[in-house]
């Protein structure tokens, strides 16, 4: 049954860079640019101006998959229960470009803070919802989704409010700036960076791409639960990306190439030597892992 939610997932994470241009990325490369230089007037404006772009491709996604709902449950997925998931998940979709957004502000503004809280909401809002339900009610596809939507939809407000507390000139919705040649010269920043996202999400999804094609959604849903090792060998090396992203940013507009240099090659050294023992414990003990974490 879960295969069917995976699948759609999946769907939507190959379609996750059209709905920002790469304006995410350039985001944080630009307030934290502009916070090092201080100016928070041209903060203001990246923010106003990247926002309006993302929310306009994001709709534009979400939209066409509604749409296109009914033709992709019945070629693609081929149940009709993908419908009502294709409509959840179109919603849950717009409000992730939110989501993905501010994070990628607080990232810019080195608030590492925000950014944990928004995702802590995100991550966690569906699995406090899916806890009671198993046990009181029946978890059904249509309702796992809704759980998934209200993550985003929840960090979201909670990531603006946050903003508007600590970043308070940044995030003023009146007056409404916009600047065209700033948005300009973050689309020349951010719009290459959707070839590498997309080639970068395409082969990590491809093989369930061509799962939910070529065989069931049961065994789509077998083959999530046994992949449940690639996150967790990821997760040091993303944690890490995290904080290195603004810090580079503000050290490449310092020129300070040597301590960048130096920076990166220890991070490097590090994350190796700590992610090649997790590695070797999942393929010395699948079983093990696959029984603890799934029953």
């Not at 790469?22 to 230089?37: E, H, M, R």
């Not at 007056?175 to 948005?183: A, I, K």
């Not at 240099?261 to 414990?281: G, W």
């Amino acid at each position: 049954m879960f295969g069917l939610l995976f699948s759609v997932f999946t769907f939507f994470s190959l379609l996750n860079v059209f709905s920002h241009l790469g304006l995410n990325q350039a985001i944080t490369k630009f307030v934290s640019g502009y916070n090092a230089d201080n100016k928070p007037e041209k903060i203001r404006t990246s923010i106003f101006s990247s926002l309006t772009t993302v929310i306009g491709a994001s709709l534009l996604v979400s939209s066409l998959v509604i749409v296109l709902s009914g033709f992709l449950s019945s070629y693609y997925f081929e149940s009709p229960r993908a419908i009502p998931l294709l409509i959840i998940l179109s919603v849950w979709f717009f409000f992730m470009s939110f989501h993905h957004f501010f994070t990628s502000v607080f990232q810019g503004f080195k608030d590492f803070s925000g950014r944990t809280l928004m995702r802590m909401v995100r991550n966690f809002t569906p699995f406090l919802l899916v806890i009671p339900t198993i046990y009181f009610f029946d978890l059904t596809l249509n309702r796992a989704a809704v759980f998934y939507l209200l993550g985003p939809v929840f960090s979201t407000v909670g990531g603006y409010w946050l903003l508007r507390r600590r970043r308070p000139n940044a995030v003023s919705i009146f007056p409404f700036p916009l600047s065209r040649p700033m948005l300009k010269e973050m689309l020349a920043f951010g719009v290459p960076l959707i070839l590498a996202g997309f080639a970068g999400t395409l082969i990590g999804k491809i093989d369930t791409v061509l799962l939910t094609g070529l065989r069931s959604l049961r065994d789509v849903g077998f083959y999530q639960a046994a992949i449940l090792a690639k996150p967790m060998l990821t997760f040091l090396s993303t944690s890490m990306a995290v904080p290195l992203f603004p810090i580079i940013s503000e050290l490449w507009t310092k020129e300070e190439i040597d301590r960048l240099r130096e920076i990166i090659s220890r991070l490097t050294k590090y994350t190796l030597v700590l992610s090649v023992p997790v590695a070797l414990l999942f393929f010395a003990f699948p079983e093990e892992i696959i029984r603890i974490v799934y029953g």
